[in-house]
């Protein structure tokens, strides 16, 4: 059974930087892609930033390109996406989530973390 659990997201002032990490359990990241959403209510959720396993290529959306990075731990199994240069339209609730893909931003997300949320304050 695979399980993906976020961490980290909390309150932070513009300008600052978190660093949320999501623990996998039953998939190894060779075989995966691995990607952090995000979501505001009401809004169309957006992928942030993804990873595939196969290549270790990664992908970034424009608004978050220069400030996030995405990284993983393979000894931990862990994937992380460290924040900076935060903006209040960074606010949203953050899933990680696994899945299938050649490339990670056309995958096939079937595992979803249950979110984390992340507060940006102007």
């Known amino acids: 059974e695979v399980q993906l659990v976020e961490s980290g997201g909390g309150l932070v002032q513009a300008g600052g930087s978190l660093r949320l990490s999501c623990a996998a359990s039953g998939l190894t990241f060779d075989d995966y892609v691995i990607g952090w959403f995000r979501q505001v209510p009401g809004k169309e959720r957006e992928r942030v930033s993804c990873?595939?396993?196969?290549?270790?290529?990664?992908y970034y959306a424009d608004s978050v390109k220069g400030r996030f990075t995405i990284s993983t731990d393979n000894a931990k199994n862990t994937v992380s996406l460290q924040m900076n240069s935060l903006k209040p339209e960074d606010t949203a609730d953050y899933y990680c989530?696994?899945?299938?893909?050649?490339?990670?931003?056309?995958?096939?997300?079937?595992?979803w973390g249950q979110g984390t949320q992340v507060t940006v304050s102007s």
């Open positions: 989530a696994g899945g299938y893909g050649r490339f990670c931003q056309f995958g096939v997300y079937d595992y």
């Open positions: 990873f595939s396993g196969r290549d270790g290529s990664t």
